[in-house]
């Protein structure tokens, strides 16, 4: 079992988290955290800067963008380890926001498809039926109530 797969509701009852969310978060940490790192090693790779100057958006830009967006991701992806339901929300808006972004000012657009299907998978396994049911409060207080004392 993962570490981190179990989260308590008060202190009654314990709810398991969906394998799909723990997978799915656990990737985004660890994605986001080497795209931070390998931004931060390659800053000043001459071909790294080349590639980025043909785009439309200049490469200073580039880079404040895909900090930005991995340290959303990697707090969304904590948040969501912790049953906050609306960083689910905010991982999808922005996730949507930066594929639109990338689609106007990427040259080739084939380059983005990887990353927009691998972002519709996660979504479809953070908005499953057992993830709904998971990160619902209802059902958390419900499960919390059927407890005996």
């Not at 339901?85 to 380059?111: E, N, S």
């Not at 998978?121 to 057992?130: E, N, R, T, W």
Request: aromatic share 10%.
């Amino acid at each position: 079992m993962l570490v981190f797969s179990k989260v308590f509701v008060g202190n009654l009852h314990v709810v398991k988290r969906p394998v799909s969310v723990a997978i799915s978060c656990w990737f985004l940490v660890l994605g986001s955290l080497s795209a931070l790192v390998s931004a931060y090693l390659g800053r000043n790779d001459p071909a790294m800067q080349a590639w980025m100057t043909d785009g439309v958006i200049p490469a200073e830009v580039q880079y404040a963008i895909l900090l930005f967006s991995q340290g959303l991701t990697l707090v969304t992806a904590l948040a969501m380890l912790q049953r906050q339901r609306g960083a689910r929300t905010v991982y999808l808006v922005w996730g949507v926001i930066d594929i639109a972004i990338c689609l106007a000012t990427v040259p080739q657009k084939m380059y983005v498809l990887p990353g927009a299907l691998t972002f519709a998978v996660i979504c479809a396994f953070l908005y499953s039926p057992k993830s709904n049911a998971w990160f619902s409060p209802r059902k958390a207080a419900n499960d919390a109530c059927m407890t005996p004392a």
